[in-house]
Antibody, heavy 116, light 112 residues
Framework: QVQLKESGPGLVQPSQTLSLTCTVSGFSLTSYHVHWVRQPPGRGLEWMGVIWNDGNTGYNSPLKPRLSISRDTSKSQVFLTMNSLQTEDTGIYYC??????????WGQGVMVTVSS | DVVMTQTPPSLSVAIGQSVSISCKSSQSLVYSDGKTYLHWLLQSPGRSPRRLIYQVSNLGSGVPDRFSGTGSQKDFTLKISRVEAEDLGVYYCAQTTHVPYTFGGGTKLELK
């Protein structure tokens, strides 16, 4: 069955770099797009970016200078790297699969706290 | 960027009641292929969001038919008939027609 699972450090110091991994199963990264969406505590959803099935990427403009999304298809993993973290980057980070049928599968999310 | 405006921000309902949530976009969500990529998600307390409806009116797998979606262009509605306890949480509309993809601010459905 289709699964996505995020992993990464729960705590990051301000100005440091965040590295998250999304490990997928049940589908191929060359067939589906994988997105990253984040949610600050008690707030709504923010689309961060995508790695398309062809390996190209797209980013939300405010995050683009700091954000990079890549993948390793042999390991079925998608990576998010974001630098210069600030406290407002605190929140739950989700990876999800998208098809023309919408965001059809989501990971459980990983909580990231930016604090010294 | 496409701004998605959801109303109301919260709803207090009794079990068995029917409710509607509105979602309006700042631009038409009709893509060049003629399809409209407007979706509805539910985030139950402490859980990840999950898809309810895709492309305006199509029920996701396993979603009960108490849920229905309507609308076109820039104006969309989610209706829940006969609310059940498991329906409580925050509902989001989302558009995947225009990059960057954007979400509505959410509508919190609570028990009266």
């Amino acid at each position: 069955q289709v699964q996505l699972k995020e992993s990464g450090p729960g705590l990051v110091q301000p100005s440091q770099t965040l590295s998250l991994t999304c490990t997928v199963s049940g589908f191929s990264l060359t067939s589906y797009h994988v997105h990253w969406v984040r949610q600050p505590p008690g707030r709504g959803l923010e689309w961060m970016g995508v790695i398309w099935n062809d390996g190209n990427t797209g980013y939300n403009s405010p995050l683009k200078p700091r954000l990079s999304i890549s993948r390793d298809t042999s390991k079925s993993q998608v990576f998010l790297t974001m630098n210069s973290l600030q406290t407002e980057d605190t929140g739950i980070y989700y990876c999800n699969r998208m098809s023309p049928l919408g965001f059809d599968y989501w990971g459980q999310g990983v909580m990231v706290t930016v604090s010294s | 960027d496409v701004v998605m405006t959801q109303t109301p921000p919260s709803l207090s309902v009794a079990i068995g009641q029917s409710v509607s949530i509105s979602c309006k976009s700042s631009q038409s969500l009709v893509y060049s292929d003629g399809k409209t990529y407007l979706h509805w998600l539910l985030q139950s307390p402490g859980r990840s969001p999950r898809r309810l409806i895709y492309q305006v009116s199509n029920l996701g797998s396993g979603v009960p038919d108490r849920f229905s979606g309507t609308g076109s262009q820039k104006d969309f509605t989610l209706k829940i008939s006969r609310v059940e306890a498991e329906d409580l949480g925050v509902y989001y509309c989302a558009q995947t027609t225009h990059v960057p993809y954007t979400f509505g601010g959410g509508t919190k459905l609570e028990l009266k």
